[in-house]
Structures are given as structure tokens and as C-alpha cells.
């Protein structure tokens, strides 16, 4: 197979100083792609290193990508320094292990930066990506957006609603060539393990490296890029999708809490589950089965 190559391309990629917005960064400018960075830590050396090793063309706009004003900004430099804007990758986030009973403003300050910012960027992107019938837009999500996590329900609220933006903008874009889809990566990076007890003795920490989970947020952004409206988990050199699926569940006309009680197991059986292609197929398909149409 030929190298899936970045020429001409420009890629916005926010979170991009360190983990795993850095080993996407890195395999970008390998494969060709102009860069537009995002980090609130200095980028400078970055900047240097992608130009030096990979003769990269690298534009950076520091600050908090949770805020909409540079969210705007980055959109702004990627058309003014290079004309176009291909990709975005919307890395930047993080969360900490944050009890229900923390201050509230914690909440907000969480859905800011993981869910707000991100929305913001997509919107601000999508005009351009519209208009040249082309894009690709990367969201982060996580396994604990999708599963839980004790202690984390600022966290995992944030990234859960990431899961439902990505399928909807996905829906959204299909007709404009535009592809989006959620990656949640298991990479133990400073941010991902600070503060929930993952240490340097635990052996899957070599294995989950941010430099194996990049492949896969570079081909979800490449052209090639083969779905839309996905959730992909990638980590540990394994890369699988997550969906949702619908049970056949227990259909009753009559239906009593007590008819429902009595086969909750049909409820969770997951013989025969159904996965959507959106949500009104959600609703229809079951509806007109159990109407008997």
C-alpha cells in the first residue's frame, strides 16, 4: 500500500505541546502536513523541532482552547497563513478525579474546555470545510465518557456528549464531504494518569505510549479516512470500534411495572441487538417491529 501522505494538507491540532497532541504533530509533518498548533504552554520549541527534523510549515496560537475566541483564532491563522484548512484535531482536555459533591463551578469549567471549546471549533470550521466540499474533524472523547468512572462524573459528562456532537456533526457534514468522528485514546500521558493511581509500576504503562494511539487519529483525519460518525478507542497498538446497540428487548401493549419486572432479563439480553444508523431508525425500527409492520 502507497504511504497515506499529508501534502497540501493543513491540520489544526489543539493540545498539541505534549502527549498525545504531540505525537499527533509529529506524525503530520512526517507525512506532509501544514500545521496549525493550539497548547496553553509554550510551543516554541515544538514549532522548531517538527521544522527542523521534518521541514514542516508550523503555525501556533497559544491559550485555552475552551476559549471561543481561540477557537476563532485558530481557524483565522490556518486560512490567513496557509488558505485553507483541511483537519482538525481537538485534543486539548483532561479531567481528575472530582467527587459529585466538588464545587459546582467545576462542572462548568470541565464542560468549557472538553465539550464547549471543542463545539465552538467545529462551528467555526464548518463554514470553510462547507464551502470546499471537504473535511475532517477529530473529536476526543473517552472510555470513561462512555463507561463511567467512580469519581468522575465532571469528566465523564463532558466526554459523553462529545460521542453524541461527533455522530450528529457526522450526519451533518455527510452531504459536504465532511467526515467527523470521536477517537477516546488510552495513552498514559501526564494528564490521563495524573491523580488516578496509575503508576510507572503498572506494566501496560509501556504498552499504552501516545506515539501508538497517533496512527489512528491520523488516518481518522487523512482522506482516506474510512468512517463517519464513529466512536474508535484506540490504545496499546489496538484500535476497535464502540457503539451502541439497541436489545430486542420485552415488548407488553399492556404493559405493567410488574409485566416489566418479571422479564427484565429480556430487557438486558443482548441475543439479537440492533445497531442504528441514527436515532430516529432507533425509534422506528423497533416501533414498526413490535406494531408487527
Not at 514549532?47 to 491559550?63: I, K, T, W
Not at 401493549?253 to 441514527?278: H, I
Amino acid at each position: 500500500m502507497d504511504e497515506l501522505r499529508f501534502d497540501d494538507q493543513v491540520v489544526v491540532i489543539t493540545g498539541a505541546r505534549r502527549g498525545i497532541g504531540k505525537a499527533y504533530a509529529e506524525v503530520l509533518a512526517a507525512r506532509g502536513a501544514k500545521l496549525v498548533l493550539n497548547a496553553l504552554g509554550p510551543l516554541g520549541e515544538l514549532v522548531a523541532d517538527l521544522e527542523g527534523r521534518f521541514g514542516a510549515q508550523v503555525a501556533a496560537l497559544e491559550g485555552d482552547a475552551g476559549d471561543g475566541a481561540i477557537c476563532h483564532g485558530l481557524v483565522d491563522l490556518a486560512i490567513s497563513r496557509f488558505g485553507r484548512i483541511d483537519a482538525v484535531i481537538s485534543n486539548a482536555g483532561g479531567g481528575a478525579l472530582t467527587p459529585i459533591d466538588a464545587p459546582e463551578d467545576l462542572f462548568a469549567h470541565q464542560l468549557q474546555v472538553d465539550t464547549v471549546g471543542p463545539f465552538i471549533l467545529s462551528r467555526a470550521v464548518w463554514p470553510y470545510m462547507k464551502a470546499q466540499g471537504y473535511g475532517r474533524i477529530l473529536l476526543t472523547t473517552s472510555t470513561v465518557g462512555v463507561y463511567g468512572m467512580a469519581q468522575m462524573a465532571h469528566y465523564a459528562a463532558a466526554k459523553g456528549a462529545i460521542v453524541g456532537l461527533a455522530s450528529a456533526l457526522g450526519h451533518e457534514g455527510a452531504p459536504d464531504g465532511i467526515k467527523v468522528n470521536a477517537i477516546a485514546p488510552n495513552a498514559t500521558t501526564v494528564g490521563a494518569t495524573s491523580g488516578v493511581g496509575v503508576t510507572n509500576a503498572d506494566p501496560w504503562r509501556a504498552m499504552c505510549t501516545a506515539e501508538v494511539v497517533a496512527p489512528a487519529g491520523a488516518l481518522l483525519v487523512h482522506r482516506d479516512c474510512p468512517v463517519n460518525g464513529e466512536l474508535i478507542n484506540a490504545g496499546g497498538g489496538r484500535v476497535a470500534r464502540i457503539f451502541f446497540g439497541n436489545t430486542a428487548g420485552f415488548h407488553d401493549s399492556a404493559l405493567t411495572m410488574e409485566s416489566l419486572l418479571a422479564n427484565w432479563d429480556r430487557v438486558e439480553a443482548q441475543e439479537g441487538y440492533f445497531v442504528p444508523g441514527d436515532a430516529m431508525e432507533s425509534g422506528n425500527v423497533w416501533a414498526r417491529k413490535n406494531a408487527g409492520f
